[in-house]
């Protein structure tokens, strides 16, 4: 893919890429979020309890969603949803450039996740791990990369939260965390 849409990059050019020197962004985007998707679904869809009875009576020409469907069509929503709604943060509070670069950033970020997450699941699907033990972990390291992507988004170079407090406040209680526990709502309870 870095061949492909970045000309030649190397990963490490791709990841400490400034902005204004970003190529293919909307499609680097795209990508990076589909395979984080996937690979997130790959990995916690073992740990869904069941599938609510009017997801599983959906049927779409003799295909009935599975776990990993499920979760897979679940987070790309999520995440489309989560997108747009912070489009229009950004848009109402008149800081679209800002948006882009966010956008930007969090590509980096969840690229490197991705990456992260594909390691997590050979290792889980590969080796003999306890899928008890293995899911506390689990748990911690979303835990820690919540936390590092906002740690991240207020320490990048480039700045792209919001510069008043309140608005920095608002985005992260407002579109980080409470996302993430109606999503987690909706799968586990």
Known sequence: MLNWLQRGESLLDF?????????????????????????????????????????????????????????????????????????????????????????????RFYFVESLLLVFLCLAHYYYVIDKGDAYIYYAFFILVFFVGKNVFYFLHREKPLPEEWYYKILYICGLQILPVLAIWKFIFI
């Not at 020409?61 to 997108?83: D, P, Q, S, T, W």
């Open 15 to 107: 990841l400490f890429q400034e902005y204004s020197g970003g190529q293919n962004n909307i499609l680097n985007w795209s990508i990076i979020s589909v395979v984080f998707c996937v690979v997130f679904s790959v990995l916690f869809s073992q740990y869904i309890p069941v599938i609510p009875p009017y997801i599983a009576e959906i049927e779409v020409n003799g295909f009935v969603l599975n776990k990993i469907g499920m979760m897979i069509i679940l987070l790309l929503l999520f995440y489309l949803l989560r997108a747009l709604v912070t489009l229009l943060f950004f848009s109402a509070i008149g800081q679209v450039k800002k948006f882009l670069v966010l956008a930007f950033a969090a590509q």
